[in-house]
């Protein structure tokens, strides 16, 4: 499974975009970049993935590097309710979804 | 995106009980279901993966015989813990996966302390 990086902590003013890092540079190519998002005492929820092509969809963008060695996910407006730990996680095909530490995102008023 | 429930949310046992712990796919076939374990302010640990109507594949470290997984259908997983002790309580989290691999949902959690 590939490494990640992530910053521990962020925050980030209500209304403005979130921009949240993550450094995969031993990624393999048959792997995706998954991201999840996990509010206090919540599952994780789905947010975004992509292999090699940005990707928007209704919670976010996904801006993957050429060389896919890291990708950013972007919260457009963030709101208090976006609070919560990010984690990316690389995963190909049927391979498990192992979480890392994360990022703790928090929405300031 | 597809829903995952668990019942129940929130269970208190004496030390030395069992518990069942219900994972439920509510709108798609999970071919695969996934049980994970989260400690205070921690990252969640998969504890083990389970295929429709097969036997569980526990990570290293999970004792197979105190962590009972049944994977009957292909919407029903149920975690028990047998002999619970006070240092498996834990937040317990489902995830299920149905044939696109991509797809994968999870529960709310069950909160589970053994006292």
């Known amino acids: 499974d590939a490494k990640t990086t992530q910053p521990p902590s962020m925050d980030c003013a209500e209304g403005r975009a979130a921009n949240l890092p993550c450094n995969h540079s031993?990624?393999?190519?048959?792997?995706?970049v998954y991201w999840y998002r996990q509010i206090h005492s919540q599952g994780p929820q789905y947010i975004i993935h992509g292999l090699k092509n940005n990707e928007t969809n209704e919670m976010a963008s996904l801006i993957i590097t050429e060389d896919r060695k890291s990708s950013t996910l972007i919260l457009p407006h963030a709101t208090l309710r976006d609070t919560a730990v990010y984690y990316c996680?690389?995963?190909?095909?049927?391979?498990?979804?192992?979480f890392g530490t994360g990022t703790r995102l928090t929405i300031i008023p | 995106g597809a829903v995952v429930s668990q019942h129940p949310s929130r269970v208190i046992c004496k030390s030395g009980t069992s518990v069942k712990i219900e994972c439920r796919s509510l709108?798609?076939?999970?071919?695969?279901m996934f049980w994970y374990r989260q400690f205070p302010k921690k990252s969640l640990m998969l504890m083990a993966t389970s295929n429709e109507g097969s036997k569980a594949t526990y990570e290293q470290g999970v004792e197979k015989d105190k962590f009972l997984i049944n994977h009957a259908s292909l919407t029903l997983s149920t975690l028990t813990v047998t002999s619970a002790h006070p240092e498996d309580s834990s937040f317990y989290i489902c995830s299920a996966r149905g044939d696109r691999a991509y797809e994968q949902y999870f529960g709310p959690g069950t909160r589970l302390t053994v006292t």
């Open positions: 709108d798609f076939q999970a071919t695969t």
């Open positions: 996680i690389p995963r190909g095909g049927n391979e498990k979804l192992t």
């Open positions: 031993t990624i393999s190519g048959n792997e995706y």
